[in-house]
């Protein structure tokens, strides 16, 4: 038997060949969630859009698809919110500064944040959801002048288990109004109660130059475009990102299929009028 | 096999038995390639690798599991890995094999695999295999499950190395390859007579004439037909008697979804990550980590499933993605028959459009 390693024909690489990436940092965040920064050893690695994942592997895991959640083109590291939810996110937990691991990517669609340029911007985040959120956020208040009016709706279960709220001063302080909302208050909380839907009717919303950025836990999605309806925004100018199971990252396993399309290549990022004939989506 | 007039003669029945000309071929492979072909086990047709060429058999209806076995593997390594020593390290495994006995369905879902796998991404595990694949093709009668006439998948004309037609006394032999023709010139096979010919010629009008499953409308009218059943009550039907058991994706021969997988040896450093053959109707199959599962219910997965044969990846490479071969009808525990399916939903289809 002829067996090549790591030779590959004429341009062609595998395209399941890792690229080891440095642990700089770990930071809690919440009991579920760790913030990584990672150096990657090809810098070219760095070159990502807001929205995008890389597929984060261990060898004797496996591998798992994590959204970046720094803004692009900041630092020689990039950062990655890991919830411990599977197998691979759980054995992530358990590393250190100076710890690899082997990442391939970045794979997958970006928010367009030139079309956003000078228009009303709405992120509506939930849960999890605030994690892809936080690149795009980073990457609109890097150009604030660029932008008009930017507000943040966050809803989580409860105010322990909301994310990166050490940053929300800093954002404010750059004009990015933060709306909060919790499922269950505890006796300290003082701000909305409920579902993210019951903040929608409190943005103000200019017909036709408002952007609705929508990413949160498969049930929210429904919900809040409706409530985008009723604010007259339109499907064009709504952008969702959807999260699916993932194995190969390259439009072939299968597993992150909506109808016909891959998530992995041709999301996660949708424009929601691109997702019209597309009924498993939503 | 449309004005195809040149063939060559190669003398002996379907069982390569002694001096027959089946068995000088084989043995001209065997010196150059790894070599699988049919054989007959338990009674049903299958492929194996002959080691001798008197275990090759040809049959007329397909075996249970297809080619693609032999150029995507239930199992294959992508990478290997050694923890302690920070090292990956891809892996790309092939070798010269020559695979006997594929019907026109087989050739033609090959065909496709070769699309799928080149797209995008070149997958260098699958192209490097079937790069170095020779493909003896071999004809055939279809039987109750068999629609490859409506799916325009009956007759090959490439795709092919060399190719089998059975008559009477032996078989009349094509080529469509260099390397093909390069086998076959050894083994200095006399041209065949118009009378061989012409015997072959009415085999095949007996085989076109012999289809008894068939689709109730054209391929190319398949994928509209398909987008407008995303409701039919076909779904909930044949969900609820589905067991989820992914047989029909396990014997389809263009079914390439896999599952990537992780392997630790016992010192717990090295190790292989392994690609393995996946199903879209296993439950499990689109389920997140969190554990939320896109497509819950069988109906979904059966949906899906039959979508990706007749719509989804047409819309993508523009041909039906099923080469109406049978194997998930023969296969399926329920009786679960795709022609049938197809066909409810085409006169579904006409129903709304009357």
């Given at each position: 038997m002829s067996l090549s390693v790591n030779q590959t024909k004429e341009g062609l690489e595998s395209p399941y060949l890792p690229i080891p990436g440095v642990i700089e940092r770990v930071t809690r965040v919440t009991e579920k969630e760790r913030l990584f920064s990672i150096a990657p050893l090809n810098p070219s690695l760095l070159e990502y859009g807001p929205g995008q994942f890389y597929m984060v592997g261990l060898p004797g895991y496996g591998e798992a698809p994590i959204s970046i959640t720094s803004g692009p083109g900041e630092a020689k590291e990039f950062e990655l919110c890991v919830r411990a939810a599977g197998n691979v996110t759980n054995a992530l937990h358990r590393l250190k500064k100076g710890d690899f691991v082997w990442l391939r990517g970045p794979f997958g669609t970006s928010f367009p944040v030139d079309e956003m340029r000078s228009k009303d911007v709405v992120f509506i985040a939930g849960g999890i959801g605030v994690v892809p959120m936080r690149s795009l956020i980073k990457a609109v208040l890097k150009d604030r002048q660029g932008f008009g009016r930017l507000t943040l709706i966050y809803g989580s279960k409860s105010p322990e288990e909301m994310l990166f709220s050490e940053e929300f001063d800093e954002w404010r302080g750059k004009g990015l109004e933060v709306l909060l909302t919790i499922d269950k208050p505890d006796t300290k909380w003082t701000g909305n109660v409920g579902v993210v839907t019951t903040l929608i009717p409190k943005v103000e919303v200019a017909e036709g130059r408002t952007i609705a950025v929508v990413i949160g836990p498969p049930v929210m999605y429904r919900f809040v475009i409706l409530s985008l309806r009723d604010k007259l925004i339109r499907p064009e100018d709504v952008f969702v990102s959807l999260e699916r199971r993932m194995k190969c990252g390259v439009g072939k396993c299968g597993h992150c299929q909506i109808n016909g399309c891959y998530v992995c290549q041709d999301g996660p990022v949708f424009r929601l009028s691109d997702l019209k004939d597309l009924p498993e989506a939503l | 096999m449309k004005n195809i007039d040149f063939f060559r003669y190669l003398p002996g029945g379907a069982k390569a038995e002694s001096a027959s000309g089946l068995k000088k071929l084989v043995n001209t492979l065997l010196k150059e390639y790894r070599v699988y072909g049919t054989v007959k086990r338990d009674g049903f047709p299958v492929y194996a690798e002959i080691a001798d060429a008197s275990e090759l058999e040809l049959f007329s209806t397909p075996t249970h599991l297809s080619a693609k076995q032999f150029l995507f593997p239930p199992r294959e390594t992508l990478l290997r890995y050694d923890i302690r020593r920070h090292l990956h390290e891809a892996v790309i495994e092939s070798e010269r094999q020559a695979i006997i006995g594929l019907h026109p369905c087989d050739i033609h879902a090959i065909a496709l695999m070769d699309e799928v796998w080149a797209f995008g991404r070149p997958d260098v595990n699958y192209l490097s295999r079937r790069e170095k694949t020779l493909i003896v093709g071999a004809d055939c009668m279809p039987d109750e499950y068999c629609f490859c006439k409506s799916l325009g998948?009956?007759?090959?004309?490439?795709?092919?190395?060399i190719f089998l037609h059975r008559i009477k006394k032996g078989f009349l032999v094509r080529t469509a390859s260099k390397k093909g023709e390069e086998v076959i010139a050894g083994l200095k096979l006399r041209e065949a007579k118009p009378s061989e010919v012409r015997e072959l010629k009415e085999r095949e009008r007996l085989r076109e004439a012999s289809f008894k499953a068939r689709l109730e409308a054209a391929a190319k009218d398949l994928p509209e037909i398909y987008a407008g059943s995303n409701e039919s009550p076909v779904w909930e039907r044949i969900g609820a008697i589905c067991t989820g058991c992914g047989s029909c994706n396990t014997v389809c021969p263009t079914c390439y979804c896999f599952d990537i997988k992780d392997e630790v040896k016992a010192n717990l450093s090295e190790g292989e990550r392994v690609r393995v053959w996946d199903g879209c109707t296993l439950e499990d199959f689109a389920k997140v980590a969190g554990g939320h599962n896109f497509r819950k219910t069988r109906a979904e997965r059966l949906r899906h499933r039959f979508n990706r044969k007749f719509r989804y990846l047409t819309d993508r490479f523009g041909m039906p993605f099923c080469v109406g071969c049978g194997r998930c009808s023969r296969a399926c525990l329920v009786k679960i028959n795709i022609t049938e399916v197809t066909n409810e939903l085409i006169r579904e289809s006409n129903k709304r459009r009357a």
């Open positions: - | 998948t009956m007759d090959v004309n490439d795709g092919f190395d």
